[in-house]
């Protein structure tokens, strides 16, 4: 497969978290407390898991790779639930495109440290030019964004 056509999927769950930002937010002011939502969606989650497992027949995971596994390979279920609780409280307040612009720039500084250093188990792969460039301009519009939002 192209690599081109895997940028398809990626930017549509992209596109995803901007509408689970949304719902989950509704569903925090309905349930209301911000963990109500995210126990209600981490729930959902939970159960979509399972029926696809099911469908797929999936086979359970071997023990050897449970216990083998670093204890930071269990915290991306941490950082999750922080993910969701902080949606389901800042969006609303900071508005759907600065806050995933802000999520984006965290997530371009921290994969960028990633590839640099090789942290969380990824292949060294050192930062360019143009990498920074676009890390740069992630920032740049994260700070028109708030900008914005205080002119208009």
């Known amino acids: 497969m192209s690599k081109l056509l895997l940028l398809l999927p990626a930017i549509g769950v992209g ?20 963990l109500s939502a995210s126990l209600a969606s981490l729930g959902v989650s939970l159960a979509v898991v399972i029926v696809a497992l099911l469908a797929l027949r999936v086979p359970m995971p071997v023990a050897t790779g449970i216990v083998g596994t670093p204890w930071w390979g269990w915290l991306g279920g ?8 902080v949606a389901v409280m800042l969006a609303p307040q900071l508005g759907a495109a600065t806050f995933l612009a802000c999520v984006v720039a965290g997530q371009m500084l921290m994969s960028a440290l990633c590839d640099q ?10 930062l360019s030019a143009e990498g920074v ?3 740069a301009l992630i920032i740049a519009g994260v700070v028109l964004l708030q900008w914005r939002g205080r002119v208009a």
Not at 16 to 34: D, F, I, K
């Open 117 to 126: 250093f090789g942290w969380a188990g990824f292949p060294v792969r050192r």
């Open 133 to 135: 460039l676009a890390i």
């Open 15 to 34: 596109a995803l978290v901007a509408l689970q930002a949304g719902s989950n937010s509704l569903l925090g002011r309905q349930l209301g407390h911000p």
């Open 78 to 85: 941490v950082f999750g639930a922080a993910y969701l609780t």
